[in-house]
Each structure stands twice: as structure tokens, then as C-alpha cells.
Nanobody, 113 residues
Framework: QVQLVESGGGLVQPGGSLRLSCAASGLTEILTMAWYRQPPGSQREWVARITPGGTTHYADSVKGRFTVSRDIGKNTQYLQMNSLKPEDTGKYFC????????WGQGTQVTVSS
């Protein structure tokens, strides 16, 4: 049974930082892991991903501000978010595909003064 559990969301002022974590269990191989977010009233959108080899890719809206990484030994991926903007507000989800799509329950990020 694959499970993805996010943590680390919260309320932060514009320009601030947050670090999200996604702990994975039930996986027997290293997979591409991704982050998505869903702003209020909008559809879910892709944010970043990291491949088994460690190659990273980012949406243009977060490039240069967000960094995705992983600790393979801990089966955990991270999303370091710097220079946060109000438009980064949303629920952030961890995702992987392992025979089917798996999503975490999400963690709320609110950027507001």
C-alpha cells in the first residue's frame, strides 16, 4: 500500500520561506516524485518534479525560487520555497505514479501579510 504524507505548510508573509516534506511508504523502487498545487478556486497545477537520477524540473512560475530535493534513505522528498508570493497560496500535493497515480492528502500554504 503506497502512502504519501505531506507536512510543513502554514501561513507565511510575502518574501518568506517554507519547506514542505513528503514522506513516502510502500514503494519498492525509486520513482519520479512531483509536487502539485491547487490555488483557491483554480485547477491543480504542476509545480516541480525530481527524477530517480536527481534531475529536477520546475514550472516557470516557481523557477529560481523553489527547490525540490529528496532523501532516498528516508523515502522523503522536499520542496524548499523561498521568496514566497501571495499567488503561491494553495494546497500543495505530493504525487507519484506506481502502477497508478498516488496523491498525498495535501498541505495548505497561505502567503499573506
Amino acid at each position: 500500500q503506497v502512502q504519501l504524507v505531506e507536512s510543513g505548510g502554514g501561513l507565511v508573509q510575502p518574501g518568506g520561506s517554507l519547506r514542505l516534506s513528503c514522506a513516502a511508504s510502500g514503494l519498492t523502487e525509486i520513482l519520479t516524485m512531483a509536487w502539485y498545487r491547487q490555488p483557491p478556486g483554480s485547477q491543480r497545477e504542476w509545480v516541480a518534479r525530481i527524477t530517480p537520477g536527481g534531475t529536477t524540473h520546475y514550472a516557470d512560475s516557481v523557477k529560481g525560487r523553489f527547490t525540490v530535493s529528496r532523501d532516498i534513505g528516508k523515502n522523503t522528498q522536499y520542496l524548499q520555497m523561498n521568496s514566497l508570493k501571495p499567488e503561491d497560496t494553495g494546497k500543495y500535493f505530493c504525487y507519484t505514479a506506481y502502477g497508478r497515480d498516488y496523491w498525498g492528502q495535501g498541505t495548505q500554504v497561505t502567503v499573506s501579510s
